[in-house]
């Protein structure tokens, strides 16, 4: 895919886009005008998440950041979004598909808008049963992924706010698992006691990996070895950057403790951030696993492009 230009806000008016993919945050908003030929003729991104908006404010976020798109196109322009948008406290609810199945196995969610400038279409999240659990977003990323490597047979993990561990053989998410591992550092290095011995962003890799084979060895001493943090603070001078790595060796480590069936023996690929997936990789090649890693960038889209494929059959 061919990027042409990129904004943030609202772009100018660019040619008729043959169709928009929209990746729906809970945090942001991002927009990508493509052309019949794959190209990128433009994208757009804003603050407009999904934790920000109320229902009806949902449309004029969207129109406010690809209205100028919409003003050459001669006909209703498809719009296709995956995240968030179809969350329960999004625009409309799409109902969750049971796994196992395809990434994107069946149809989209249709949602209605106001504007008859374009159509709106919502690619449904995942859910799986026993033990409970959901996804939204990920399984467009997943397709994204398997457009690069359609024969995979292994574990992907997609390191974030809410972890994902899934199990993906013969095109299908078999199974997955999340955990609360960046959503537990956030509450706990900027609302807890631990918040007065992390202050910065200082690290110490030697203090993570530490970290990481403490909790794994002895899960059961992990909220004691959290207030050990804060302890030698106060009695030991323990640095900043060696408390936050601490901290973020301990809850990984955990992680890794309760997602074992998914990593051991098998051939895992990170698919992250740069900021994360460095620290995922570490930490399991100190349990004796070389994970690959798979640069998260244009992934989102290229499932995007794959759900628009879908639509045209």
Excluded at 62 to 88: D, H, K, S, Y
Excluded at 96 to 103: G, N
């Amino acid at each position: 895919m061919t990027d042409l230009s990129s904004c943030e806000g609202a772009c100018a008016p660019v040619p008729a886009p043959d169709w928009i993919a929209v990746d729906w945050g809970t945090s942001a908003l991002r927009a990508w005008a493509m052309g019949r030929d794959g190209r990128i003729h433009a994208r757009a991104a804003s603050g407009a998440g999904m934790g920000s908006l109320s229902r009806a404010e949902f449309e004029p976020a969207l129109i406010a950041l690809i209205g100028p798109w919409l003003e050459t196109a001669a006909a209703p322009v498809p719009v296709i979004a995956c995240g968030m948008v179809g969350a329960r406290q999004g625009w409309q609810e799409a109902p969750y598909r049971s796994v196992p199945c395809a990434p994107l196995a069946g149809a989209l969610a249709r949602i209605a808008p106001q504007d008859p400038r374009f159509t709106m279409a919502v690619v449904p999240g995942l859910c799986q049963a026993r033990p409970a659990d959901v996804m939204r977003g990920e399984e467009t990323q997943i397709a994204g992924f398997l457009v690069a490597e359609p024969e995979f047979d292994g574990t992907l993990c997609l390191p974030g706010t809410h972890t994902k561990w899934v199990h993906v053989s013969a095109g299908e998410i078999v199974s997955f698992q999340t955990c609360m591992t960046g959503e537990t550092f956030a509450l706990l290095s900027r609302h807890s006691v631990l918040r007065h011995s992390m202050p910065g962003e200082d690290w110490d890799g030697a203090a993570f990996a530490d970290a990481v084979t403490d909790a794994m060895t002895a899960p059961q001493r992990f909220s004691a070895r959290l207030f050990a943090l804060r302890a030698e603070t106060l009695l030991a001078g323990l640095v900043p950057g060696a408390a936050r790595a601490r901290l973020s060796g301990l809850l990984i480590g955990m992680e890794l403790a309760a997602t074992k069936p998914y990593w051991l023996g098998r051939d895992v690929v990170i698919v992250g951030a740069p900021g994360l997936a460095p620290l995922y990789a570490a930490a399991l090649a100190g349990a004796g696993v070389a994970a690959r890693t798979a640069a998260s960038d244009g992934i989102t889209l290229a499932g995007l492009a794959r759900a628009w494929q879908g639509e045209r059959r």
